[in-house]
T-cell receptor, first 109, second 116 residues
Framework: GQNIDQPTEMTATEGAIVQINCTYQTSGFNGLFWYQQHAGEAPTFLSYNVLDGLEEKGRFSSFLSRSKGYSYLLLKELQMKDSASYLCAVKDSNYQLIWGAGTKLIIKP | DTAVSQTPKYLVTQMGNDKSIKCEQNLGHDTMYWYKQDSKKFLKIMFSYNNKELIINETVPNRFSPKSPDKAHLNLHINSLELGDSAVYFC???????????????FGSGTQLSVL
């Protein structure tokens, strides 16, 4: 079967750095997405990786290793507004998006 | 202007009723989707339409019927509601179809459906 694994919950301190991991087992691979979802709101796009390596976008970076079926989202200089769930999603060989359950990130002052 | 708007935000109804959720996007996108997010927060695709044509129809009870009068609208009608239908339903749109690897989804704010 197809599977996306992420930690259920993480806690970090304002101003610090946090890394949210995602491992996947899918039938084929056509890209990996990270979305941010604040409580009670819609998911919003953060990043897309299809080649190995690090993509940096401001305070957020996303890394992909296709051979390891692994990605992480790195958040720097954490702010209280970064408290949200972070969803990892992978496009399989049929271009279907397979979603993880998300990692709830709690930021403490 | 809201890019993807869906109504209502909250829907509380009795088992057996029929209800509809409306969705509209003003982004000029060709493809629209309905997703269901269950209590465990997994997002599961239900339907996808490209230029008013159904292109994805996952294993969803036939009590769920999408309708796309034009490419800017995708409504979801649910007949004979059951307790297990309680979830958050998200409408989304993308510039290109799901056959492209990098298409980014724009989501509506969700409809919290509670079936009593």
């Amino acid at each position: 079967g197809q599977n996306i694994d992420q930690p259920t919950e993480m806690t970090a301190t304002e101003g610090a750095i946090v890394q949210i991991n995602c491992t996947y087992q899918t039938s084929g691979f056509n890209g990996l997405f990270w979305y941010q979802q604040h409580a009670g709101e819609a998911p919003t796009f953060l990043s897309y990786n299809v080649l190995d390596g690090l993509e940096e976008k401001g305070r957020f970076s996303s890394f992909l290793s296709r051979s390891k079926g692994y990605s992480y989202l790195l958040l720097k200089e954490l702010q209280m507004k970064d408290s949200a769930s972070y969803l990892c999603a992978v496009k399989d060989s049929n271009y279907q998006l397979i979603w993880g359950a998300g990692t709830k990130l709690i930021i403490k002052p | 202007d809201t890019a993807v708007s869906q109504t209502p935000k909250y829907l509380v109804t009795q088992m057996g009723n029929d209800k509809s959720i409306k969705c509209e996007q003003n982004l000029g996108h060709d493809t629209m989707y309905w997703y269901k997010q269950d209590s465990k927060k997994f997002l599961k695709i239900m339907f996808s339409y490209n230029n008013k044509e159904l292109i994805i129809n996952e294993t969803v009870p036939n009590r769920f019927s999408p309708k796309s009068p034009d490419k800017a609208h995708l409504n979801l009608h649910i007949n004979s509601l059951e307790l297990g239908d309680s979830a958050v339903y998200f409408c989304a749109s993308s510039q290109e179809g799901p056959g492209r690897g990098n298409e980014k989804l724009f989501f509506g704010s969700g409809t919290q459906l509670s079936v009593l």
